[in-house]
């Protein structure tokens, strides 16, 4: 009874409870807040669409390049196609330098699955270092990278092997490297660097005409890096460089490399330097230039010192002491002189200085010819006092010391020369004998040549012709030109230094059946102390040779020059480690340009003439 009741009541408590949610749902609604609720949501979903509107006018306007160009960026492989380097040539067409292809390979991390498995398979193939290897891993993990280069100028062979690999985002691409054709051409053709840029001698002088223009390729590759049809290709192809032909001539040049070297290992000199001109054109056949290394090996990897540095001539500037004063008329080659074996200048004052002969001997009388064939000093003193300070250094000016040559040569230096107006002392006086000024290898033979070629000065010449893209050649001018010495003067001149070779210093630079002429010199350095003696007391010498052949109608002027023969030996002056290289240099142009003497030339006579005198 008392179960049923309570069931009953509880029946009755849920029906109340279902009717006051059901009033609550239907009569007691409130209006007001609904409608603020759908406000809201149509509030919201208004400014959704609108920023979706509005990024997606932003994607097709402002941003939509910089989409596209993402898009591109990530699907295209571009390639630079690097161009072939313009090849260096010889006066006959040989090769001196030219371009060799080799492969570079390179990675796109972003493609790259295993970057430290595929660093450690290219370190077999390649054999880096742990470093190296830690470093290549490291650059192929950089996903934010679409390039980076994993070995430059490979040979065909490593590539071969490392592309069969087929290691994912590795390829590559042809890179021309440099070749030459002889090593010791490094001096005068120098260098260029990993990127095919000319970083020294003539690939720096010449880089603008050598390099050419690179190219590009550009391919689409989908996401296995398949190549895909392109929308647009904006690849273009390498221009290749011109070519240049050089007045070297690359048989002539080997052999002169060869025989400067073979001199300074013998005589154990510091280094040499030899170069052969055209008398008339002022065209280089040879220019060597060869160093003794750290390791005591010789090499032309130093560098063209022949025109990039300058010393004392020495002797050699008697040459244009006597020719100076000769062109003056101010002496005769028969002009006697009274020439002392010491003599003090300025004596009294802060200038005083002592000049001592080049050998010993009592006051005497010496002609001109006397004085340039035994290499008189204070016999060129005398002669250069005939004329003013200012016409000798005029004279020196137009043999073109003080400036540099028309070769132009990277870091080619324009030596010294003190105007007149600023000497002092004996300053005045040493000029005549080759101290007080300072010349180049390249200054040097250019002015002695003046003398072989009619007394004209011709500029020293390098470059002949240039051969573009469709191989038309194009010849460069002419050197230039401009008169120094009389005919009559250049005639005389080349009589003195005739008996140089015959009866004087020269000897050693004799050729059997042609008569050569040529003027010896041994300077002292000028060490850092600012003397010409060592803190320790020794002296180091330069010693040199310029000449010219046949002596009556020259073709070729050639100079020889020997930097630090040994001090001991004497195997330091210019007669003796310079004048037989000359010689030999000029058997090697006698039979490679088969030169032969006039018919009136049969070399030197046998007797010395009496006006020389006894000799020393």
């Known amino acids: ?27 007691n609604l ?40 993402a898009s591109v960026d990530q699907r295209t492989r571009v390639n630079i196609v690097r161009a072939e380097r313009g ?13 060799v292809p080799t492969r570079t390979i390179y990675a796109d991390p972003r493609v790259v699955v295993d970057p430290v498995g595929t660093a450690n398979a290219l370190a077999g193939l390649l054999q880096l270092t742990p470093e190296r290897e830690m470093e290549l891993a490291t650059s192929l993990q950089n996903k934010a990278s679409s390039f980076t280069y994993v070995a430059r100028q490979s040979s065909q062979e490593v590539a071969t092997a490392i592309l069969a690999l087929q290691l994912p985002g590795i390829s590559s691409f042809i890179e021309p490297s440099r070749l030459l054709t002889s090593e010791t051409l490094r001096a005068v053709v120098g260098r260029t660097d990993i990127d095919g840029v000319g970083i020294s001698g003539l690939e720096k002088e010449y880089n603008d005409l050598l390099a ?45 490399d060869g025989i400067v070297t073979q001199q300074i290992e013998r005589i154990g000199a510091k280094s040499g330097t030899a170069i052969v001109m055209d008398t008339a054109t002022g065209e280089i056949y040879a220019m060597s230039s060869v160093r003794r290394n750290a390791d005591g090996t010789y090499t032309s990897d130093s560098g063209n010192f022949a025109a990039v540095e300058a010393y004392e001539p020495g002797s050699v500037a008697k040459v244009f002491s006597v ?42 009388d010496m002609t001109v010819r006397r004085i340039m064939v035994d290499s008189s000093n204070l016999g060129a003193a005398l002669i250069s006092q005939t004329m003013t300070t200012q016409s000798f250094y005029d004279y020196l000016k137009a043999f073109g010391f003080g400036s540099k040559t028309a070769l132009d040569y990277p870091g080619e230096a324009k030596g010294s020369l ?48 240039t051969i573009d893209g469709k191989g038309i050649n194009t010849p460069t001018e002419p050197s230039e030109t401009h008169r120094v010495l009389t005919s009559e003067t250049s005639v005389a001149m080349r009589s003195l230094l005739t008996d140089v070779v015959c009866f004087g210093t020269g000897k050693l630079a004799q050729i059997q059946g042609m008569s050569v002429g040529g003027k010896t010199g041994t300077g002292y350095k000028l060490q850092d102390n600012g003397t010409y003696i060592t803190d320790e007391g020794a002296r180091a010498y330069f010693a040199s040779f310029v000449g010219f052949l046949p002596a009556d109608k020259p073709k070729f002027t050639i100079l020889v020059s020997i930097d630090e023969p040994d001090p001991a030996t004497q195997d330091r002056f210019g007669a003796t480690a ?39």
């Not at 959704?48 to 941003?63: N, Y």
């Not at 090849?87 to 371009?99: C, T």
């Not at 240099?585 to 003439?609: F, K, M, Q, Y």
């Open 1 to 27: 009874m008392n179960s049923t009741i309570r069931a009953i009541r509880a029946r009755e408590l849920v029906r109340g409870h279902a009717k006051r949610a059901t009033e609550s749902m239907t009569t």
């Open 30 to 69: 409130q209006g007001g807040n609904i409608r603020v609720r759908l406000v809201a949501m149509w509030c919201f979903i208004t400014a959704m669409l609108l920023i979706v509107l509005l990024r997606v006018t932003l994607l097709q306007t402002l941003w939509a390049s910089g989409y596209q160009q």
């Open 87 to 99: 090849s260096i040539l010889d006066r006959q067409g040989f090769e001196l330098a030219l371009p």
């Open 212 to 256: 050419g223009v690179d190219g590009r390729s550009v391919r689409e590759v989908n996401s296995d890096g398949q190549s895909i049809s392109a929308g647009s290709n904006d690849g273009f192809n390498a221009v290749a460089g011109t070519d240049i032909v050089t007045t070297i001539d690359r048989n002539i040049q080997f052999q002169v």
């Open 323 to 364: 020719a100076s004063a000769l062109n003056e008329g101010k002496i005769v080659p028969s002009s006697i002189f009274k020439v002392p074996g010491i003599q003090v200048f300025d004596q009294g004052t802060q200038w005083e200085y002592t000049i001592s002969d080049a050998y010993p001997h009592a006051l005497e």
């Open 418 to 465: 003190k105007p007149a107006s600023k000497l002092q002392g004996t300053e005045r006086i040493t000029r005549a004998y080759g101290y007080g000024y300072a010349a180049t290898a390249v200054q040097l033979i250019s002015a002695v040549n003046v003398v072989a070629n009619d007394g004209v000065y011709v500029a020293p010449r390098i470059l002949a012709a």
């Open 578 to 616: 310079a004048a037989p290289v000359f010689a030999t240099i000029s058997h090697v142009l006698i039979n490679e340009l088969d030169i032969r003497p006039s018919a009136t030339d049969s070399g030197c006579p046998t007797e010395r003439p009496a006006e020389l005198g006894p000799g020393h």
